[in-house]
């Protein structure tokens, strides 16, 4: 009966090996499968024939993932990389177009401002030169208030996103944990986890293109996971809630906490994927931008207000402010004043023919004056803002390329290893199946050999 067991135990293993094979064959297109192959070795304690053992055949070990830790690791970080990356490519895209905007670019509008003052210093009594004043300083508030107004918008929308992917990023943690638990009640009863674990590593992949997280895997397969700030978010069927704590009028940018099993704790706004790059583009750029464009709104309408107040009206008054705004928001609020063009104070001597205080403000186009407790000229100001927004915009967009390339290398050497080979598994399976009709072939002959003894008596 020896021969017959070793021959069933060969057949057993090599079906157990064409399976494995024809699962792998199944998921050749599924990019998140782990190739699995059959560890088989000889069993021991064989049947002994005078001084030699017979053996008794083959067993499965062990149904193994083809993996790496290394890989895997390495594609969940360029994953939660091109994240960050193409978020804030895309948001800076949105910036600098808002300023690339037809009609909205401040240069042209302060040049068409100071231009109909230079036209007016020589004609100062005509109400046609005074009304185009009146327009290009409303024309100018519009740029000004549009600008910021989209620049709001686009805050706004990043907020309501950061609030989105908190719910995502729950709904993350919770799947991990029920693996966790899953993997846990598999293994203990003696079940194949190799699903589970593929499971797993893309779940963890999708939560990391949401934030970074250290990730501790375990020796049962399970995951721990915690912040970059240490903030524990997953332990064996344990997971925390996120919670939007952000405080959307503040220029500190995003806020989250995490409840984990009654402990509460602020996670850092160094959180990369998704939600870094929300409150990156927030903080470090949206809200410097509308503070740059409120501190240009800001002393552009002091210094010309200023300025018409040294000079008369054509009735002999002293000159009216052109502009108001609200000091918490100069460029948003930015308006002309309900002065009429008469009252416009375009001369310091109260004659009627003289304007040189035009002539003062239009020379403000090239004299440097106080922005945000820094000298400049307004235009200066302005295309130093224009090229940041220029240059951080063209950095995302490297930086997002790059992300792309890292993730499509990291990719392909996971697959080199961990990937289905359709031909190889052809091979494999051809192996399993000739090895399998021979063992059946050992089975019969053992048969015959035993049914040829019965019949010898």
């Known amino acids: 009966m020896s021969m017959i067991n070793i021959g069933l135990s060969g057949a057993l293993a090599n079906r157990v090996a064409m399976n494995v094979t024809a699962n792998n064959t199944a998921n050749v297109n599924n990019e998140n499968y782990t190739r699995q192959v059959t560890d088989m070795s000889a069993r021991i304690n064989g049947v002994n024939v005078g001084s030699f053992s017979l053996g008794s055949g083959v067993g499965v070990d062990s149904i193994r993932r083809v993996t790496d830790a290394a ?28 300023f690339g905007t037809e009609g909205l670019n401040i240069t042209d509008g302060l040049s068409a401002f100071f231009s109909a003052f230079d036209e007016a210093s020589l004609t100062p009594e005509s109400p046609v030169y005074r009304s185009q004043i009146l327009n290009s300083a409303s024309d100018i508030s519009g740029r000004f208030n549009q600008i910021i107004s989209q620049l709001n918008d686009q805050q706004t929308g990043l907020y309501g996103q950061h609030s989105t992917i908190i719910t995502q990023t729950n709904s993350d943690l919770a799947s991990i944990a029920n693996l966790n638990k899953k993997i846990l009640e598999t293994s203990s009863s003696g079940g194949n986890i190799a699903a589970l674990q593929d499971a797993l590593d893309t779940q963890l992949n999708t939560l990391s293109e949401k934030m970074q997280v250290n990730v501790l895997r375990n020796s049962n397969g399970t995951v721990e996971l915690s912040s970059s700030s240490g903030s524990p978010l997953v332990q064996n069927d344990h997971y925390a809630t996120l919670t939007d704590t952000s405080d959307k009028t503040s220029a500190l940018g995003t806020s989250i906490s995490a409840e984990f099993m009654g402990m509460t704790s602020t996670l850092s706004n160094d959180l990369g994927g998704q939600l870094g790059s929300i409150n990156d583009l ?17 002393s552009f309408a002091n210094k010309v207000n200023e300025l018409l107040a040294t000079g008369t009206d054509l009735n002999g008054n002293a000159g009216k402010p052109l502009f108001e705004f609200d000091a918490n928001n100069p460029a948003g609020s930015l308006s002309v004043t309900d002065l009429l063009g008469e009252e416009l104070g375009l001369s310091s001597d109260g004659n009627i023919g003289n304007g040189d205080i035009a002539t003062h403000i239009s020379a403000l186009a090239n004299e440097p004056i106080s922005i945000g407790g820094q000298s400049s000229t307004l235009f200066d100001a302005y295309s130093q803002l224009i090229g940041d927004v220029g240059l951080n915009a063209k950095l995302s967009e490297s930086r997002y390329t790059t992300s792309i390339n890292n993730q499509n290398e990291a990719k392909a050497a996971r697959s080199n290893l961990s990937g289905v080979n359709s031909d190889e598994e052809a091979v494999n399976l051809m192996q399993y199946m000739n090895a399998y009709s021979a063992n059946m072939k050992v089975i019969s002959t053992a048969k015959d050999m035993f049914d040829t003894v019965l019949n010898a008596f």
């Open 71 to 98: 890989l895997v690791e390495r594609v969940r970080i360029s994953g939660q990389e091109k994240s960050y990356s193409e978020t804030y490519y895309y948001g800076m895209a949105g910036v600098e177009n808002t």
């Open 282 to 298: 927030i903080q470090g750029d949206i809200l410097p931008n509308i503070e740059s464009m409120n501190n240009i709104a800001e």
